[in-house]
């Protein structure tokens, strides 16, 4: 599993509260992403990093923004959470290079916005 | 634009038929193709990817340039092999790897 442990697993909040969600890596793997899972749509990229401080938006990266301060943490932040971004959300790790592709996720961090 | 059909979101298959789920790409460039799975209460994880045209679990894919199609098969179904299966096309110039909708898939005993 790449030693990818998201926090917190479980979140419920309210609708115009910030939040953030962790995902922390022990692999020292350059490229960190951050998906989320609706019944539908499939997993969708929100942002992806391709090194510290490098970041760039996926394809639904709406009300959403990243940040990469360490090769090991990427952060998801919902500036002002809406019901639209209840979701499940999910980290991934890849090397790159010719490893790409092979993406190793984490369990997933369920979020509702009420 | 990039894009990737899984026609069927749902699909049952009685345990010892054959499976086939179906994956069909739109892609500039040549990509290289995937497939992911995801059990109950388990964390999402490579199944197979073509250039490596290995077996995994029974399951094999081929890929077809001409049809764009990347379909993933298996002779006999066993029960365990109920899940979630998601086809994604990788992209080398951006390291994108973009996820089709997911078919899943039940296995009747």
């Known amino acids: 599993d790449a030693g990818i442990t998201q926090s917190p697993r479980h979140k419920v909040t309210e609708t115009g509260t910030p939040v953030t969600l962790r995902c922390h890596q022990t692999?020292?793997?350059?490229?960190m992403y951050w998906y989320r899972q609706d019944p539908g749509h499939g997993l969708r990229l929100i942002h992806y990093?391709?090194?510290?401080?490098?970041?760039d938006k996926g394809e639904v990266s709406d009300g959403y923004s990243v940040s990469r301060s360490k090769t090991e943490d990427f952060l998801l932040t919902l500036e002002s959470a809406t019901s639209s971004q209840t979701s499940v959300y999910f980290c991934?790790?890849?090397?790159?290079?010719?490893?790409?592709?092979?993406?190793?996720f984490g369990e997933g961090s369920r979020l509702t916005v009420l | 634009a990039q894009r990737v059909t899984q026609p069927e979101k749902l699909l049952s298959v009685f345990k010892g038929a054959p499976v086939e789920l179906k994956c069909n790409y739109s892609?500039?460039?040549?990509?290289?193709l995937f497939w992911y799975v995801q059990y109950s209460r388990q964390r999402l994880q490579l199944l197979l990817r073509?250039?490596s045209r290995e077996s995994i679990k029974g399951f094999t894919a081929d890929l077809n340039k001409g049809e764009t199609s990347f379909h993933l098969k298996k002779p006999f179904a066993q029960e365990e092999d109920s899940a979630m299966y998601y086809c994604?096309?990788?992209?080398?110039?951006?390291?994108?790897?973009?996820f089709g909708t997911g078919t899943r898939l039940t296995i009747i005993p």
């Open positions: 991934a790790t890849t090397a790159g290079g010719r490893g790409g592709g092979e993406l190793f």
């Open positions: 073509h250039i």
């Open positions: 990093s391709y090194g510290v401080k490098d970041t």
């Open positions: 692999e020292n793997h350059r490229y």
């Open positions: 892609y500039s460039g040549s990509p290289e």
């Open positions: 994604a096309p990788f992209n080398f110039g951006n390291e994108k790897l973009t």
